[in-house]
Structures are given as C-alpha cells and as structure tokens.
C-alpha cells in the first residue's frame, strides 16, 4: 500500500508539474519580437519635386486657377521635400486611367524589393515562413496580394495567409494585431507583414477640394517587417511587442464619414477628408491613449495622474478641458522614450507632438521622415523607426511608442522595448547625414510666393 | 527493402503519420503510465472484500490532514487541466441574405438584357447564355438593383447600397435569432473579395451597430470564395487568444463593381454565374453558450497552391484588349481544384478519418512510393466514414460533379451544394452556408452529426472546416429557405434550353 500511495502522489505531482511546464512554455511563447524590417525606396526616376507636382495638378483642365492655386499652396507647404516618390503612372501621365498592370507594377515593386532584402538579411528561407499578412488599403486585386507573394517565393502550402484592406492609414497595428493573437495559439511561429498603400488607382481627378488633399500629400512607400515568437531568436530581434491598443469610433458617424472614399457630384471616386476629422481625430486619441496610459506609463505617474484628476472633479477648477489636454498633463516621456507618429501631415505631427507634451527632438523623427517620404500611409511609422535607428538613437531597454490614426475612424497605437543597440541606415543610409536639414521650408517657396500671396 | 529509397520515402510523406503517432503517445504519455496502476489498484481491491478494506482503509493511519492534502492536490491538477486546455470555438447560430424577389433574374431576363447591353457582341450574348442553360443556376438567382439597369451602374455608391443590403439584413437576422446585443460582440471579421471600400466593410459594420470601440475588426479582402473559411480560422485564432467573447463573421460578395463588360470568353463567365448573397455567423468560445450552440468547430485546414504558377494564374483578374477589367478563368481549373482538394485530404485526412480508412491510405501511400505510382493507384479515402454531411462550395455545378467523383460521393451528398446553386447561384464565400441551411431546412441535421465545409478559391486555394453538430435542429427552420424547401430537390436538367 506504501508502494502505491507514493506511486499516486508521484503521479499527481508529476502531472501538476508538466501542467505547469506547458504553461510556462505557451507564456514564453507568448512574445512578439521584431526580428527585422525593411523600408521601401524606390528608385531615383519616380522622384516627386515639385514643379513635376505642379504640372500633375495643372494636367487636370477641370481645375479652375484658384483651385489650382489652392492645391499648389498645400504641396508647398506640406513639409515634404522635394525627394518623396510617387507611382510610375502618375508621373508618366496615365493619373486619370491607370491600367490594372500600373496598378498591379506599383505594388508588386515594393513588396518585392523589400521582401527579397528582408529575406538576405534575416537569413530566413520563404519556405519557412508561416503567416503572411499584407495590407494595402484601396487596391485589392484577385488573386490577393497574398497569393502574388506566395507565388513569387513559392511560399508552403500550409501557410496562413491574410490580406487585409480598407484599413487606412492605421493599418499596421492592425496587422501587429493579428499576428500577435496568432502567437498566442501557435509556437514557434514566424510572420512576415506588408505594409503599403497603392497611389496609382487611386488618383483623384476632378475638383471637388475635400477630395484633391489626397493627391498632394500620399506618396509612395512601403515596409516589410518580420515578426516571431520563438525564444530561440530573441537574441537576433530587434524589439519586443509590449502592448497595442485599438480604438475605434466608427459608431459616431461623423467620425466614420470624416475620411471616406466616394464619388463626388460628378461620379468621381475620391477620398473625401471632411472638416470634422481634427475632431474625430482628437476623440479616438483620446480613447486611445485612456487604454494606453494604464499599459505604459509608471504607476507613480499614474498616481499624480489620478489625485490631479480627483482634485480637478473636487474643485470643479476652470472650464471643462477638452481630453487631449488632460492628457497634456499627463507625462508621457515618463514610460516612453521614443516616439512614432504617423506622417498624416505637419499639423497632425504637431498636433498630437503638443498632446502628449512632447519636445522638438520627440517629433524630429516623425518631421523629417514627412519631409523626406511624404506621406506614405500605413507604413510611415516604419519609415519613422528607421531615422531614429539611422541616427542611433534606440538603445537597449529603449521604449518606443508607435501611434497612427486611420479611416474608420481609428487611432491604434503598440509598445515595443528595444532588446539590443541599433544602428542599422536602412533607407535612410544615403541620407541621414543630410538630417535634419537648416530648414524644412519649400525650395520654391521664392518661385510660387504668389500662391501664398494668393 | 533495400535502404536507399527509404529515406526519400520518409522526407516524401514528411513523416506526418510518424509524427502523429508519436505526438499522440507523448500527449497520453501519464494515461498510458496511470492505467496499468489503477487497473493493478482495482484488481488488488477485488480480491479483498469490503470489510478487510474499510479495515485495511483504518491501518493506514491516514489522518485528516493528509486526505485533505491529497483532495486538495487532486482538485488543484485538475483545474489547471481543465484550464489549460484549447477553448473550444461554438457556432451559436448564423443566418444568410434572403434578395428580395424583385432582383431575381430568370433565364430569359438574363438574356433579354444581354442582348440590349451595348458591348456584348452576338456571339458574347450566346456564348453566355449557353452556359447559364448548362450552369445548374435556377430562374430564382438574384442580382443586386444596379446590374438590372442596361448597361449597370457600377457605381461606388450602388456598391456601398448592396453591402449594406445584404450585409445588413443577414446581421438584423441574426441579431433576431440569438439576442446578440452588438455591444458583445468582441471580434468581427469581415471578407469581400472584389469590393473593398475606405473605410473598410467592418467599419461600416462598426458605425451601422455602434459596436464597442476596443473591438478586434479584420477586414480581409481579394481572398477569393475560400475566404468564408478564412475568416472563420482567424476568427477562431482570436477566441483562442481571448476567452469568453462573441466573433461575428460576415461573408459575402460584392457583385456591383465587378460586371465584365466585354466579350472574352474566359472572363464571361463571372457574370453568367455569380449572384448575390452573404452570411453572419456568430461563434464564441463561452462554455454557457454550449447549451444553445448549434456546432462545434473541430478542425480548420488551409491549403495554399500559389507556389505553382498553373495554379496562381488559373483565377486571375486582369484587363482584356479593350481595358475592361474582369476575372479570367482558366480552362485547367478542375485539375486545379482536384490536386489543391488532395492536398487538403493529406492534411485533413489524420484529423478526422476513423483509424482502418487512414491506414489503408498510409499502406496505398507507402505502395504507390516502393512500386512506383504506375503499379497502384491512388488510393482516396472514403470521407463518408467520417462526415454525414458536406457542404462543397457552389462554384459551378463542374467543381461539385468533379468533387463528388472523387470523393466517391453520393447523389445525396452532394444534393446540399447543387440545390444552394440552383436557389440562390454561386454567392462565392457566403455559399457555404447556404448549404448548411438546406441541410437544416431539410431536418437532416442530428445531433452528433459531423459537417465538412470546402471551399476553393482564387490563389490557388482549397481551405475546409469540420464541424460537429451539437443539438438535433427542428424544422421549420427561419431563414432564406423557408418559403422554397418544400419544394427541393428538384431536378436540374443537364442543359435548360432557352434558345
């Protein structure tokens, strides 16, 4: 009977044992590093400046001259430089009727050029890769984007696959997302993510203005970026995931009809940016960073945060302050060092820079990447991590904040901890010397200073 | 056997069956430690009789405190046990579009528009007609309001207006089904192929419902009609990620935007064939929802065959001389979807076939691999050992002959597929479960009853679901056949002759 009762309790203890051992090893699996990533640059020919943009605008003979004038101010006074890139198509004079291949060459190049880099320097085989995850927001051809991928690195059959579209310009957390909760079910697991947007289809050519913003701002860019959560190769990641926060506002319908793609009077389809969109914006960030807060910040900044509330609700001091400025009193630099801000525009950078109290040197990167690249939708926060990798600001145990607002409306954001020193040029090698220049004010601010005068 | 093609034979089958086997042991490793003991225990304990145990039971000295520790240690394994395991994904209840009658398109109106359209040539207009006469579509298929107008209107506008039609009318059913308040629903995933608006179908979804604004949206697009079976696999990534939540899965086809204006044959077909529909299925992973949850889902297998170039390019959209934008199909399609459909069976197969039928396959393997494939052929298993029902996606009525061949099926295995196709056309990924729903409609649905879903689509892709049916369901059942099953099956003529 002695034999048998330790036999039991051996038993017992070794089945509680190897419960808790597959517990340990699913949490150790629960991880999503960053093994790499790899920003688009297209090539010299498909350079924007802007006089080529100022003969773009002036093909369109629908356009009065005060829209013209109007359209020219708001390229010249963009930020962006006169080295961003656009699509083949455009350039070449096929903006109002790009042909499938156009549309499908644009893609294609990106994705291809980034991937095949992604692949060299990551060592890893395509064979090898698990899941696929591309999001392009307004061009979804069939077969997906996915199987082009698939079929072009002859990919497993057994890969999971997802094309993701429609999302705007806050994509990439979405796809972080997904990858993520699929790391949480398999181990050993290892994504690759696209990220880009597609210029060609979806020029905009007749007058209405709400919908003519998109023509001057969106350029061409993309990202490819590789994700696992095997243990085994934390030591070659560059960062982990810490936390992502999703937030949408689609049920106000403002919010979701603030940026919307449609036709105009006349039956064109553009994407309409409504004059409610700083607003809608301003709520999902909101929504956003109350998530977000708890997740990043100290819990003695979260402490002040509270008796700063408690005794603002008590006293009823002042007039009732908007959430974005409550959130000014909030000290983000305190959990995060760095910052990655979508390139919606100037005013967004600066606006959402002035939100969360940040300093000049906070919103240089997210500046000079608007200069450099343009507006390139979901994958600018990418572009944004290459210049502060490029000027070797991420070191180890670095926090890095990456936020963006998107159609939806939505404002996603994710932490990531830097596991080791970075200090790889990426697309930013030719250039970054060149960073931040004397002045980010338009070369032919002299040659159009009509159109300010305008 | 000689030593040299064995190892080719074992990289061959990946050693799948092996790997199996040995998972299954190591899994089982304690039940197969603890069986011979508690057997050992128990023919001990029947040797002695009831008294000289309870005698036995004092002697021990076993004091309160150790039987406490024991209970305690027992309770303690077998929560983490129950705790550790897979959160199982139920289908609490779904519900499919049901077009308005006056979007039908009976043959002849199919025609008669056909003819007045300015861009179709004579021979365009016949070749299109000859195939709908030998399509297997009935004269009761719908399409949306702008493909009625002569020429259509593609418009975005019109395109929006059909989503949220047929998105919108298939989610209010559902909501009336299940008292599913929006405000639950965690996660939602959407799939469209051919439309894909900005902001995205589950943003719309999202504004329409006033869903909550912490919900995990995917909108997945230009997936093909597999894409139904996509969603549901990533739906169910997410349950397993985030226990006790409600995923919603819509899938549908957006058929506005995408009518074929010119006269290349490969690319007619789209128009002749697809028609409207979409699905909302509302899975969650709540252990309270088993009491009223319709299935369970066992299994989801994904099969990718872009690799191979014939395959990548046998669904393909492109623009014709002209620069009409359509979808071409490729003539080696059937071979296509039977080489994608075999190798979801290798996968699909271990999962689900009783143990004799998977042996027999691995021995016809291992044959075809020593005796060269030319000396055995191949052997497919018989799927009707394993599943009462299949729901093969309506693609055209050749993907069901073809699968129902193979699979050695049954007139009425395939009935499901073929009758969906002929009430309601090919609605691409949403198709599925309207197959599903004759099946319920028809009071074959028992409980315990195993489903298999297959679906094919544009990549190449061959993706299937296993579901179990976890309650009997009774007729009449609430839905788009609910005014026509009384009068299915019908009969579908091998050509409906018109001309």
Same mark, same amino acid.
């Given at each position: 009977?002695?034999?048998?009762?330790? !036999?039991?309790?051996?038993?017992?203890?070794?089945?509680?044992?190897?419960?808790?051992?597959?517990?340990?090893?699913?949490?150790?699996?629960?991880?999503?590093?960053?093994?790499?990533?790899?920003?688009?640059?297209?090539?010299?020919?498909?350079?924007?400046?802007?006089?080529?943009?100022?003969?773009?605008?002036?093909?369109?003979?629908?356009?009065?001259?005060?829209?013209?004038?109007?359209?020219?101010?708001?390229?010249?006074?963009?930020?962006?430089?006169?080295?961003?890139?656009?699509?083949?198509? !455009?350039?070449?004079?096929?903006?109002?009727?790009?042909?499938?291949?156009?549309?499908?060459?644009?893609?294609?190049?990106?994705?291809?050029?980034?991937?095949?880099?992604?692949?060299?320097?990551?060592?890893?085989?395509?064979?090898?890769?698990?899941?696929?995850?591309?999001?392009?927001?307004?061009?979804?051809?069939?077969?997906?984007?996915?199987?082009?991928?698939?079929?072009?690195?002859?990919?497993?059959?057994?890969?999971?696959?997802?094309?993701?579209?429609?999302?705007?310009?806050?994509?990439?957390?979405?796809?972080?997302?997904?990858?993520?909760?699929?790391?949480?079910?398999?181990?050993?697991?290892?994504?690759?993510?696209?990220?880009?947007?597609?210029?060609?289809?979806?020029?905009?050519?007749?007058?209405?203005?709400?919908?003519?913003?998109?023509?001057?701002?969106?350029?061409?860019?993309?990202?490819?970026?590789?994700?696992?959560?095997?243990?085994?190769?934390?030591?070659?990641?560059?960062?982990?995931?810490?936390?992502?926060?999703?937030?949408?506002?689609?049920?106000?319908?403002?919010?979701?009809?603030?940026?919307?793609?449609?036709?105009?009077?006349?039956?064109?389809?553009?994407?309409?940016?409504?004059?409610?969109?700083?607003?809608?914006?301003?709520?999902?960030?909101?929504?956003?960073?109350?998530?977000?807060?708890?997740?990043?910040?100290?819990?003695?900044?979260?402490?002040?945060?509270?008796?700063?509330?408690?005794?603002?609700?008590?006293?009823?001091?002042?007039?009732?302050?908007?959430?974005?400025?409550?959130?000014?009193?909030?000290?983000?630099?305190?959990?995060?060092?760095?910052?990655?801000?979508?390139?919606?525009?100037?005013?967004? !950078?600066?606006?959402?820079?002035?939100?969360?109290?940040?300093?000049?040197?906070?919103?240089?990167?997210?500046?000079?990447?608007?200069?450099?690249?343009?507006?390139?939708?979901?994958?600018?926060?990418?572009?944004?991590?290459?210049?502060?990798?490029?000027?070797?600001?991420?070191?180890?145990?670095?926090?890095?904040?990456?936020?963006?607002?998107?159609?939806?409306?939505?404002?996603?954001?994710?932490?990531?901890?830097?596991?080791?020193?970075?200090?790889?040029?990426?697309?930013?090698?030719?250039?970054?010397?060149?960073?931040?220049?004397?002045?980010?004010?338009?070369?032919?601010?002299?040659?159009?200073?009509?159109?300010?005068?305008? | 056997?000689?030593?040299?093609?064995?190892?080719?034979?074992?990289?061959?089958?990946?050693?799948?069956?092996?790997?199996?086997?040995?998972?299954?042991?190591?899994?089982?490793?304690?039940?197969? #430690?603890?069986?011979?003991?508690?057997?050992?225990?128990?023919?001990?304990?029947?040797?002695?009789?009831?008294?000289?145990?309870?005698?036995?039971?004092?002697?021990?000295?076993?004091?309160?405190?150790?039987?406490?520790?024991?209970?305690?240690?027992?309770?303690?394994?077998?929560?983490?046990?129950?705790?550790?395991?897979?959160?199982?994904?139920?289908?609490?209840?779904?519900?499919?579009?049901?077009?308005?009658?006056?979007?039908?398109?009976?043959?002849?109106?199919?025609?008669?528009?056909? =003819?007045?359209?300015?861009?179709?040539?004579?021979?365009?207009?016949?070749?299109?007609?000859?195939?709908?006469?030998?399509?297997?579509?009935?004269?009761?298929?719908?399409?949306?309001?702008?493909?009625?107008?002569?020429?259509?209107?593609?418009?975005?506008?019109?395109? =929006?207006?059909?989503?949220?039609?047929?998105?919108? /009318?298939?989610?209010?059913?559902?909501?009336?089904?299940?008292?599913?308040?929006?405000?639950?629903?965690?996660?939602?995933?959407?799939?469209?192929?051919?439309?894909?608006?900005?902001?995205?179908?589950?943003?719309?979804?999202?504004?329409?419902?006033?869903? =909550?604004?912490?919900?995990?949206?995917?909108?997945?697009?230009?997936?093909?009609?597999?894409? %139904?079976?996509?969603?549901?696999?990533?739906?169910?990534?997410?349950?397993?990620?985030?226990?006790?939540?409600?995923?919603?899965?819509?899938?549908?086809?957006?058929?506005?935007?995408?009518?074929?204006?010119?006269?290349?044959?490969?690319?007619?077909?789209?128009?002749?064939?697809?028609?409207? %529909?979409?699905?909302?299925?509302?899975? /969650?992973?709540?252990?309270?929802?088993?009491?009223?949850?319709?299935?369970?889902?066992?299994?989801?297998?994904?099969?990718?065959?872009?690799?191979?170039?014939?395959?990548?390019?046998?669904?393909?959209?492109?623009?014709?001389?002209?620069?009409?934008?359509?979808?071409?199909?490729?003539?080696?399609?059937?071979?296509?979807?039977?080489?994608?459909?075999?190798?979801?069976?290798?996968?699909?197969?271990?999962?689900?076939?009783?143990?004799?039928?998977?042996?027999?396959?691995?021995?016809?393997?291992?044959? =075809?691999?020593?005796?060269? /494939?030319?000396?055995?052929?191949?052997?497919?298993?018989?799927?009707?050992?394993?599943?009462?029902?299949?729901?093969?996606?309506? %693609?055209?009525?050749?993907?069901?002959?073809?699968?129902?061949?193979? #699979?050695?099926?049954?007139?009425?295995?395939?009935?499901?597929?073929?009758?969906?196709?002929?009430?309601? %056309?090919?609605?691409?990924?949403?198709? #599925?479960?309207?197959?599903?729903?004759?099946?319920?409609?028809?009071?074959?649905?028992?409980?315990?009853?195993?489903?298999?879903?297959?679906?094919?689509?544009?990549?190449?892709?061959?993706?299937?679901?296993?579901?179990?049916?976890?309650?009997?369901?009774?007729?009449?059942?609430?839905?788009?056949? /609910?005014?026509?099953?009384?009068?299915?099956?019908?009969?579908?003529?091998?050509?409906?002759?018109?001309?």
């Amino acid at each position: 009977m002695d034999l048998l009762w330790t !036999i039991s309790t051996a038993l017992l203890l070794c089945s509680l044992l190897s419960i808790l051992w597959k517990e340990s090893d699913r949490r150790r699996n629960r991880n999503c590093y960053l093994l790499d990533f790899v920003c688009y640059k297209p090539s010299d020919d498909r350079k924007l400046s802007t006089e080529l943009c100022s003969d773009i605008i002036a093909r369109n003979k629908r356009l009065s001259v005060p829209d013209y004038k109007f359209l020219l101010k708001v390229v010249v006074n963009s930020g962006i430089s006169e080295e961003t890139y656009g699509p083949r198509s !455009i350039i070449e004079g096929r903006e109002e009727c790009p042909t499938h291949d156009d549309c499908v060459d644009e893609v294609d190049d990106c994705m291809y050029r980034t991937l095949d880099q992604l692949f060299l320097r990551t060592g890893v085989s395509p064979i090898d890769v698990d899941v696929l995850v591309v999001n392009v927001s307004m061009f979804a051809p069939s077969p997906s984007l996915t199987s082009r991928i698939v079929n072009r690195y002859s990919m497993r059959e057994d890969v999971k696959t997802f094309s993701l579209a429609g999302m705007g310009c806050s994509a990439s957390p979405i796809a972080i997302d997904l990858v993520n909760n699929i790391f949480k079910t398999r181990k050993r697991t290892l994504a690759v993510v696209v990220t880009s947007e597609s210029i060609a289809p979806n020029w905009y050519c007749g007058t209405d203005k709400s919908m003519m913003l998109g023509n001057c701002l969106f350029r061409s860019g993309g990202c490819s970026f590789m994700l696992t959560n095997d243990p085994s190769l934390r030591h070659r990641a560059k960062m982990s995931l810490k936390c992502l926060v999703r937030a949408h506002i689609g049920a106000d319908d403002d919010a979701y009809s603030c940026a919307i793609q449609k036709e105009d009077d006349e039956g064109r389809v553009g994407f309409h940016l409504s004059k409610s969109l700083p607003k809608a914006a301003v709520r999902a960030f909101a929504e956003n960073l109350q998530r977000l807060a708890p997740k990043v910040l100290p819990v003695g900044e979260l402490a002040l945060y509270a008796v700063r509330g408690l005794r603002h609700r008590l006293w009823r001091s002042k007039e009732a302050k908007t959430d974005a400025a409550t959130a000014a009193r909030v000290n983000f630099k305190s959990g995060v060092d760095h910052f990655c801000l979508h390139t919606g525009g100037a005013a967004v !950078i600066d606006a959402v820079g002035r939100a969360l109290g940040l300093a000049k040197y906070d919103v240089e990167p997210a500046r000079m990447t608007l200069h450099r690249w343009g507006n390139t939708s979901a994958s600018s926060l990418w572009y944004v991590l290459g210049y502060m990798e490029a000027k070797k600001r991420l070191r180890r145990k670095d926090r890095v904040l990456m936020l963006s607002f998107g159609a939806g409306f939505k404002c996603n954001s994710c932490l990531w901890e830097v596991l080791r020193d970075l200090n790889d040029g990426g697309a930013w090698e030719d250039c970054i010397r060149a960073y931040p220049p004397q002045t980010l004010v338009n070369p032919f601010m002299e040659k159009f200073r009509w159109v300010k005068e305008a | 056997m000689p030593a040299e093609p064995l190892p080719q034979f074992l990289s061959s089958i990946k050693l799948k069956y092996v790997k199996l086997g040995y998972q299954y042991l190591a899994n089982h490793m304690l039940t197969f #430690l603890l069986i011979p003991v508690m057997v050992a225990a128990f023919l001990e304990a029947a040797k002695i009789g009831p008294d000289e145990l309870v005698s036995l039971w004092r002697s021990l000295g076993i004091n309160a405190i150790h039987a406490l520790c024991t209970v305690l240690l027992v309770v303690v394994v077998a929560t983490a046990y129950f705790m550790s395991r897979p959160r199982p994904v139920y289908l609490v209840d779904y519900a499919c579009f049901q077009p308005a009658r006056n979007c039908r398109v009976p043959f002849a109106t199919f025609f008669e528009h056909a =003819r007045l359209m300015p861009f179709f040539d004579e021979k365009s207009v016949r070749f299109q007609v000859r195939i709908l006469e030998r399509s297997g579509l009935g004269e009761e298929t719908c399409l949306p309001p702008a493909n009625h107008y002569i020429p259509p209107c593609p418009s975005m506008e019109a395109s =929006r207006a059909e989503a949220q039609l047929v998105i919108f /009318s298939a989610i209010d059913d559902l909501i009336a089904k299940t008292g599913l308040k929006p405000k639950d629903i965690d996660i939602l995933v959407v799939n469209c192929s051919l439309f894909s608006p900005t902001p995205s179908l589950s943003a719309m979804i999202v504004n329409k419902y006033k869903l =909550r604004s912490n919900i995990m949206s995917f909108n997945l697009s230009g997936m093909g009609c597999s894409a %139904g079976l996509i969603s549901v696999d990533l739906a169910r990534d997410l349950l397993q990620a985030h226990p006790n939540s409600y995923a919603l899965v819509v899938s549908t086809e957006i058929i506005t935007p995408n009518y074929y204006a010119g006269n290349e044959r490969s690319m007619l077909l789209p128009n002749c064939l697809f028609r409207m %529909g979409a699905a909302a299925v509302l899975l /969650s992973n709540r252990r309270r929802e088993r009491a009223r949850a319709k299935y369970r889902l066992l299994h989801v297998v994904r099969t990718h065959k872009g690799a191979d170039d014939r395959a990548y390019l046998c669904v393909y959209e492109e623009e014709d001389g002209d620069g009409n934008s359509g979808i071409r199909l490729s003539k080696d399609l059937m071979a296509i979807a039977d080489e994608a459909l075999r190798s979801n069976i290798t996968t699909v197969g271990p999962l689900v076939l009783p143990v004799t039928e998977q042996l027999r396959f691995l021995a016809s393997l291992v044959a =075809r691999r020593l005796l060269g /494939s030319r000396g055995w052929k191949p052997y497919i298993p018989d799927f009707k050992r394993a599943f009462e029902h299949f729901c093969i996606h309506a %693609g055209g009525r050749a993907v069901i002959d073809e699968l129902q061949l193979n #699979l050695r099926l049954s007139a009425a295995h395939v009935e499901a597929s073929r009758m969906a196709l002929h009430r309601f %056309g090919n609605t691409s990924s949403s198709s #599925l479960w309207y197959e599903l729903g004759y099946i319920e409609a028809k009071g074959r649905m028992r409980r315990g009853d195993r489903v298999w879903m297959i679906g094919f689509g544009s990549g190449f892709k061959c993706n299937s679901a296993v579901w179990r049916c976890l309650r009997t369901v009774a007729t009449p059942v609430d839905g788009p056949w /609910s005014d026509c099953i009384h009068r299915y099956p019908v009969h579908i003529p091998e050509v409906v002759k018109l001309l």
